[in-house]
């Protein structure tokens, strides 16, 4: 059952699996775990310690016993999954950006004339921290990036999945305006790295809002890995995937992604800062 489920998640084929090295290799075997602490949980219906090695957010549920439920932990892993397949392909990453301090953004049009944007960074903060800040307590991220207007965790899926509504500010200046967005977020950890992805999901309980144009996120991920030589370091990477839907042209939309992934990192390592 449990390779099953886990081609089911990752839609990938057992060739693929013993072709895959490094990001993929990696967090799958962390989904793998996952999935038979799933299964276990939801045979008993009662809460269990994770694995060792796995960390899981005690400020949520135990992991989903429904059918419902496993869809969405399904949902946040094959998005992460997919995302990570993105950042191991090297081929075809082109230079956009190298700020001031540091950071480094690189972009790559995907099948359909997409464009994906990767953001690589070392910020002055633990893996634990990032977490903390970027999943545990995501609801608060309006305190602290004037971005968000609002971030509402919806759903409690399992010990490290969340449907989330966002809704980004209005900003002046940006050309993007004012967006929602109805996504999953899955976590996992192995070792000295946190993976983070997710991807735009529906809900029929939750349809597009008046007055804002829905748009779609993922599949996306962000890679926070412990520097070796500091660990109270971290290694940032971020694959920003998003349709902004609406009227914009591609051209406007792809000059601005790169600028709002440069935001995001200037508004956190201030909070940082500050904390």
Not at 1 to 29: D, E, F, N, W
Not at 95 to 103: K, P, Q, T
Not at 124 to 145: G, I, K, P
Request: glycine share 6%; aromatic share 6%; net charge neutral.
């Amino acid at each position: 059952m449990l390779p099953a489920v886990v081609k089911l998640c990752c839609g990938i084929s057992y060739p693929h699996l013993r072709s895959m090295t490094g990001l993929q290799r990696t967090a799958l075997a962390v989904i793998g775990l996952e999935i038979t602490d799933l299964q276990r949980w939801g045979q008993s219906q009662h809460h269990k310690r994770p694995q060792a090695g796995l960390h899981f957010n005690e400020r949520t549920k135990p992991a989903p016993a429904t059918e419902d439920e496993l869809f969405y932990v399904q949902q946040g892993r094959g998005a992460m999954s997919k995302a990570l397949s993105m950042l191991e392909d090297k081929e075809g990453w082109k230079f956009e950006i190298a700020a001031s301090n540091g950071d480094v953004i690189c972009s790559k049009v995907m099948p359909g004339a997409r464009k994906v944007f990767k953001l690589e960074a070392i910020l002055e903060a633990s893996v634990e921290e990032l977490y903390d800040l970027l999943f545990v307590r995501v609801e608060e991220m309006h305190q602290w990036n004037p971005c968000v207007q609002q971030i509402k965790v919806l759903k409690h899926v399992g010990p490290e999945t969340i449907v989330t509504h966002e809704v980004l500010a209005e900003t002046a200046g940006s050309v993007i305006g004012q967006r929602d967005f109805l996504s999953v977020r899955h976590s996992c950890k192995q070792k000295s790295t946190v993976y983070l992805g997710g991807a735009a999901i529906q809900l029929e309980s939750f349809p597009p809002q008046a007055g804002f144009v829905r748009a779609e996120d993922g599949p996306t991920c962000i890679i926070i890995r412990a520097l070796d030589e500091d660990s109270t370091k971290s290694r940032f990477t971020w694959l920003l995937n998003i349709d902004v839907k609406g009227w914009l042209p591609k051209s406007i939309v792809n000059q601005a992604l790169p600028q709002v992934q440069l935001d995001f990192t200037r508004h956190l390592r201030r909070h940082l800062s500050l904390s």
